[in-house]
Every structure is written in C-alpha cells, then in structure tokens.
C-alpha cells in the first residue's frame, strides 16, 4: 500500500472511531458495537471502501491491542482480589466453560450434526472477550465487586477453554493420536506463563523507579510490546503472556501506587483498530449461508452462558442480586475462538470452511450482541446494590 494511502487511511479510521465513541455517549450503547458497526458498514460486507491490505495490519494490531487488555485483566488477579472473590471466579469461570462445551455440544449433535464437529464447536464457544468486557466496564465507569469477579473471570476462563479445546481436538483427530494437540497446547500455555513470568518479574521490579509512583508511557509501552513479539516470536499466546505478567506486576510492585495508569492512556487508539477492523473481517453473508447450523450454535452458546452462569454464581456464593448476571456479561466472543477455529480447520481440513466461516461470522455477532448485554447487567447490578445498602 502507498504510504500516503495508509496514512490516510489511519486517519480516517481514528476520526471514524471517535465519531463512533461520541454517538455511543448519546445513544449509551457500548462503544465497541459501534465500532463494530462502522467496520461493517466500511468493509467487504457493506461499502468495501476500506483498502483490501488493511487486512494485514490486524494480526498485528490485534496482538497489541489485546495484550494491553491482557496486562489490565491480569492486573486483576492481586492477592486482595482474589481473597475477596476467588471462590466466586474459579466457580464461575469452571461453570461457564464446561456448560458452554457440553451443551453446545449435546444441543448440535442432538439436531444431527457429526459428533466430532459438534465437539470442536463446543470447545470454540467457550471462549469470551477480554477486550470487549474490559471496555464496556471501563466505558461504565462502575467498579464494585460484581466488575472485579467479572474481570478475574475474563482472566482466567480462557485458559480453561484452551485446555477444553486441546482435550477435544485430540478425542476427535484421525491422526497423530493425543501427543500432538495436548503438546501444543501445553506449549501454548506454559510457554507463555513462563514468558509472562521472564517479562514480569523484573519489570515489577524495575518499572516504576525513574518516577515514583508507577510506571512511566515509555516502560509501559516498551514491556507491552516487548511481551507482544517475543510471544508472536515463540508462538505461543499473548494473551496468556500478558495476564501472568500484569499479575506478577500488580501483586509484586509494592513501590506502584498503579502499576497500569499509562497502558490505560494509550491503549484506545489501538482498540479503536483492532475493533474497525474486526467488523470489516465479516462477510455478513456467511451466517446465513450456514442455516440452522449457525442459528443453532448462536442459540445454545446463549442457553449455555445463562444456564452455566447461574449455576456457578450459586456455587460461588455470590449476593443474591449477581446470581442471573454473569450468565448475560459473559456473551461477548472474540480472537481466541478464531484462533481455535483455525487450528482446528489446519488439523482437520475437510471441517475448515464450515468451522472458519461459522466462527468469524458468530464471534462478529456475538461481539455486536455482547457489549449492550454486559453493559445492561452492570448498571441493573449497580442498581440493586445501591438500593440494598
């Protein structure tokens, strides 16, 4: 692409993301669906305006972004967080991700379709947005105890997924038996703790000493990156990458009055891409073009967050005013159940297109969907909390 063509390009699409951000201010509805929206409205699917090698910059930018979100949500994780709600997270998110799995699974294979394929789909509709979630509570400017364990649940849910899907994906591939799926993901996984630990520890360290009191834009922005290309470098999950490090950062850096202050001033330029983007990905096409099969999985995946979300909230113990609200501000999909879909679609490639399409077009809609749900459990939660005390 010509330089003066990307350029402008990015212009646009920031000027396009603020105008996005101020007509959800106006409509109150979650700015991420908005921007959504105008990537819909600005790619393939809609006008086709946006120049066809700005597909490329979303790998990238996407790392970034969600590894900025990773860092926020791992920062979460602090010992006084999950003293007050770890019983509740751990619950919830185990709940959510084995009910997500096995009634996607049991409703598909129930209405026909291949055993091993419904698997697969189950194991992929167990992953959530970090990015989105973390926005919409961010944009609500609500922090209390329901945003805090709804957080820690993000944080660590799609850790289990990712075991889900290793586990699955063996049971159903033809060849190579367990090894290889099962030493992929423990590389994905415990390659990127470790990461996260190499990066982590003497940042939280070392971070944070030219200016007292927390980070400087300079350290921040250079750990995030650093964090983004030694995983994409490794291959192994940024996401998982960031979230140990932000943990180790938070729960370590004693002398950080806030250890992510900075990541928070620079990280909506990024998101404002990754999201535009996203939403210019969808061929709006592909939904329909699966039938019953995408209407069945977008149905069960919502049967199962609300059924599973109920049941770890009893479990966990939550106030009764929270007990029907995880279910709900658990819809939003994103990145990692593309990322499943494609590892499965190289492995099993006779299941690739319909595993590929019906992902991307479900992760685009539930990302729609999503936000102006989690944001209506957090004002009704508020609501109710602040009409009990």
């Known amino acids: 692409m010509d330089n003066g063509v990307f350029l402008i390009t990015l212009g646009l699409l920031f000027l396009g993301g603020l105008a996005a951000d101020q007509f959800s201010r106006v409509t109150r509805m979650p700015r991420v669906t908005m921007l959504l929206l105008l990537g819909l409205l600005v790619g393939q699917s809609g006008l086709d305006i946006l120049p066809a090698a700005a597909t490329v910059w979303f790998e990238p930018l996407s790392a970034v972004a969600l590894t900025m979100v990773a860092f926020l949500l791992g920062g979460e994780l602090t010992r006084e967080n999950m003293t007050q709600h770890g019983r509740a997270i751990l619950a919830i998110s185990l709940c959510v991700v084995a009910g997500t799995s096995v009634l996607v699974w049991g409703g598909l294979v129930l209405l026909g379709l291949d055993p091993g394929l419904a698997l697969l789909l189950g194991a992929i509709a167990t992953a959530t947005a970090p990015a989105a979630i973390?926005?919409?509570?961010?944009?609500?400017?609500?922090?209390?105890g329901f945003t805090e364990t709804l957080s820690g649940i993000v944080a660590v849910d799609d850790i289990w997924g990712l075991i889900v899907f290793a586990v699955c994906l063996a049971l159903v591939q033809q060849s190579g038996g367990w090894a290889a799926p099962l030493v992929g993901a423990a590389h994905d996984i415990g390659g990127a703790i470790l990461l996260g630990a190499v990066v982590g520890l003497p940042a939280a360290f070392l971070t944070g000493r030219l200016a007292p009191g927390e980070p400087s834009q300079t350290e921040a922005v250079g750990v995030v990156f650093l964090t983004v290309g030694l995983s994409l470098w490794l291959d192994v999950s940024f996401l998982l990458a960031g979230m140990t490090a932000g943990a180790l950062i938070a729960n370590l850096a004693r002398h950080h009055d806030y250890a992510f202050h900075e990541i928070e001033n620079i990280e909506w330029p990024f998101m404002i891409l990754f999201f535009v983007l996203a939403g210019a990905s969808l061929e709006l096409g592909a939904l329909f073009s699966l039938g019953w099969i995408a209407a069945a999985y977008v149905a069960l995946r919502i049967v199962a967050r609300l059924l599973a979300g109920e049941v770890g909230?009893?479990?966990?113990?939550?106030?009764?005013?929270?007990?029907h609200a995880y279910g709900p501000a658990l819809l939003p999909q994103a990145g990692v159940a593309v990322g499943m879909a494609l590892v499965a679609s190289e492995t099993i490639p006779e299941w690739g297109a319909v595993l590929m399409t019906l992902t991307v077009a479900a992760t685009v809609f539930f990302e729609i969907i999503g936000p102006p749900c989690t944001l209506a459990i957090l004002r009704r939660v508020a609501r109710a909390s602040s009409s009990d005390s």
């Open 313 to 323: 909230a009893r479990l966990g113990r939550v106030p009764p005013a929270e007990r």
């Open 134 to 144: 973390a926005d919409v509570i961010h944009q609500s400017g609500i922090r209390n």
